[in-house]
């Protein structure tokens, strides 16, 4: 690829719009983004061919650096690429915890031999990742955990449970935070890494409301986790894990749009309600909610693409992200109430030749959409902290 300097924009946006035309497969084209939904499924042959030709062009997570296989672009042409996939009614394949959450961690806190060792595979969509974070007993207050590590000389040894560990029945390695010190509460945890497939890993998928099974219990007796897979310092995970929950809430503070209809909700309206003489939405009270949650999504879209660029300049975590969490999952889980309101009853299907894809898709996306003020740190969690470090109000959860 030429080398365009972050000048040459335009020249960029011919060469992607070439590229995709010839790499896309048309049986592909305006299908969803398999990535985004709660349930898998085996790919096809296109899909895997699409995923290989991104992976290998680097444009799945086209910032990230280039000694890791990635395109090493700038934010500039990432918007350019998301453009013209969006204008060819294409997807990016790259995608899960591993390009959400763990890779942007692992680049600025694990060492040249781990980073070597799980970017390449995470920039391809070769290996898929889960979190080992909350526990029966530690969700919201999270350094509660009790799943031991004990050093037992070249490796740990690993007991434990871990809950809500998001698509664990898919994944070929786990993040997780063990405890390595019991006398203290914080400074006590260490941040791992280990195989999924393993003896002494067991996984079980829980059923949820929706009838899919995205989240698992995933217990772990007697796993070996070798040294060299302990990711910054013994007992200094904490900070390790603030880091990765500012990004797993600034995704999913997004997440809400994924599991709904692709089309956009001005489409919708019109398609259900139908446009008046000047091409709007017929209802005007309706013309006036969409516009209004259209406008809160694009605020909250320009300030979490600001509030991103200014934690990249961060040392230590900030607590920015709490408030795009709950902006965010508020604002998606209003648009899947506006999407139902517009389908009627046509979108309160569960299945049957009578409803449209987009239509079984609305309901499952409302439904879908209750969880994400919840996982990731819960509105409530998210209030607190906002409360505490951002606004310095004093803390009423803990006893005087």
């Given at each position: 690829?030429?080398?365009?300097?972050?000048?040459?924009?335009?020249?960029?946006?011919?060469?992607?719009?070439?590229?995709?035309?010839?790499?896309?497969?048309?049986?592909l084209?305006?299908?969803?983004?398999?990535?985004?939904?709660?349930?898998?499924?085996?790919?096809?042959?296109?899909?895997?061919?699409w995923?290989?030709?991104?992976?290998?062009?680097?444009?799945?997570?086209?910032?990230?650096?280039?000694?890791y296989?990635?395109?090493?672009?700038?934010?500039?042409?990432?918007?350019?690429?998301?453009?013209?996939?969006?204008?060819?009614?294409?997807?990016?394949?790259?995608?899960?915890?591993?390009?959400?959450?763990?890779?942007?961690?692992?680049?600025?806190y694990?060492?040249?031999?781990?980073?070597?060792?799980?970017?390449?595979?995470?920039?391809?969509?070769?290996?898929?990742?889960?979190?080992?974070?909350?526990?029966?007993?530690?969700?919201?207050?999270?350094?509660?955990?009790?799943?031991?590590?004990?050093?037992?000389?070249d490796?740990?040894?690993?007991?434990?449970?871990?809950?809500?560990?998001?698509?664990?029945?898919?994944?070929?390695?786990?993040?997780?935070?063990?405890?390595?010190?019991?006398?203290?509460?914080?400074?006590?945890?260490?941040?791992?890494?280990?195989?999924?497939?393993?003896?002494?890993?067991?996984?079980?998928?829980?059923?949820?409301?929706?009838?899919?099974?995205?989240?698992?219990?995933?217990?772990?007796?007697?796993?070996?986790?070798?040294?060299?897979?302990?990711?910054?310092?013994?007992?200094?995970?904490?900070?390790?894990?603030?880091?990765?929950?500012?990004?797993?809430?600034?995704?999913?503070?997004?997440?809400?749009?994924?599991?709904?209809?692709?089309?956009?909700?001005?489409?919708?309206?019109?398609?259900?309600?139908?446009?008046?003489?000047?091409?709007?939405?017929?209802?005007?009270?309706?013309?006036?909610?969409?516009?209004?949650?259209?406008?809160?999504?694009?605020?909250?879209?320009?300030?979490?693409?600001?509030?991103?660029?200014?934690?990249?300049?961060?040392?230590?975590?900030?607590?920015?992200?709490?408030?795009?969490?709950n902006?965010?999952?508020r604002?998606?889980?209003?648009?899947?109430?506006?999407?139902?309101?517009?389908?009627g009853?046509?979108?309160?299907?569960?299945?049957?030749?009578?409803?449209?894809?987009?239509?079984?898709?609305?309901?499952?996306?409302?439904?879908?959409?209750?969880?994400?003020?919840?996982?990731?740190?819960?509105?409530?969690?998210?209030?607190n902290?906002?409360?505490k470090?951002?606004?310095?109000?004093?803390?009423?959860?803990?006893?005087?």
């Open positions: 690829m030429a080398d365009f300097g972050g000048s040459d924009l335009d020249a960029f946006r011919a060469e992607a719009r070439e590229w995709i035309e010839a790499n896309f497969p048309a049986s084209k305006g299908k969803p983004n398999p990535m985004m939904r709660e349930e898998r499924t085996k790919p096809s042959e296109d899909m895997e061919k995923r290989k030709a991104m992976g290998e062009k680097g444009w799945g997570v086209p910032t990230w650096p280039k000694e296989g990635a395109a090493g672009l700038t934010s500039a042409h990432a918007r350019i690429i998301q453009q013209e996939l969006a204008r060819a009614g294409a997807y990016n394949p790259i995608g899960g915890m591993g390009v959400m959450m763990f890779g942007p961690t692992l680049l600025e694990g060492n040249e031999a781990q980073k070597q060792q799980h970017i390449p595979p995470i920039v391809k969509g070769d290996l898929q990742w889960c979190q080992g974070f909350s526990e029966p007993g530690a969700g919201s207050d999270l350094a509660s955990l009790q799943t031991r590590a004990e050093d037992k000389g490796h740990f040894l690993v007991n434990g449970q871990k809950i809500w560990t998001s698509g664990a029945q898919y994944a070929d390695w786990c993040f997780c935070l063990v405890r390595t010190d019991t006398t203290k509460k914080h400074e006590g945890i260490s941040f791992v890494l280990f195989p999924m497939h393993q003896p002494g890993v067991e996984v079980r998928p829980i059923k949820l409301i929706s009838g899919n099974s995205p989240f698992c219990e995933t217990f772990i007796t007697d796993v070996k986790v070798p040294k060299d897979q302990l990711v910054g310092p013994l007992n200094g995970g904490w900070t390790i894990a603030k880091r990765l929950l500012q990004h797993e809430r600034s995704g999913l503070a997004g997440a809400g749009g994924g599991f709904g209809p692709q089309k956009t909700l001005d489409q919708i309206a019109k398609d259900y309600v139908g446009v008046d003489e000047k091409g709007r939405i017929a209802d005007p009270d309706l013309r006036t909610r969409v516009i209004m949650n259209n406008i809160e999504i694009r605020a909250f879209q320009q300030t979490a693409m600001r509030a991103m660029a200014e934690s990249k300049g961060n040392q230590n975590p900030s607590a920015a992200t709490s408030i795009m969490k902006a965010g999952t604002a998606m889980q209003e648009r899947a109430e506006l999407v139902l309101e517009i389908m009853h046509q979108g309160l299907g569960w299945e049957g030749e009578g409803f449209k894809p987009d239509e079984l898709a609305a309901v499952r996306g409302w439904l879908g959409g209750k969880a994400t003020t919840i996982y990731g740190g819960s509105q409530e969690v998210q209030s902290i906002i409360s470090r951002i606004l310095g109000l004093p803390d009423l959860t803990q006893s005087k």
